[in-house]
C-alpha cells in the first residue's frame, strides 16, 4: 500500500458509539493513532474479502468443472486428505518444536 506517487484520498467521516470509540483506543499500540489503526483494519478488511472472492470464485470454477467432466470427489475422500494433512502439520510442528527445545 505504498502511495508515495499518488495523492491521497480520504474516507467518509465515521460516527461511532462512544463505547466503540473506547474499545478501539483501548487497544491501541504504544505511539499507534486511532487513524493507524482505522486504517490498517480498512486494509485488513480488504484483503480478507478479495481472499474470500478468490475462494468464492475458486469453488464456483470447481463446481462447473466437476459438472462439466462428470469427475467428483466424495466427501470420505476430501476428509480423508484432509486429516492426513492435518496429522502431517502436527507431526511436522511436534519435530520442530523438539528440535528448536
Known sequence: MDGSAM???SLPPLRVT???RRDAESVLGQGETLSAFVLESVARNIEARRAQQAFIERGIASG???RRTGKYVTAETVLRKLSRRLESARSGKA???KATG
Open 7 to 9: 495523492k491521497t484520498k
Open 18 to 20: 462512544p463505547e466503540l
Open 64 to 66: 462447473e468443472r466437476a
Open 95 to 97: 519435530l520442530r518444536s
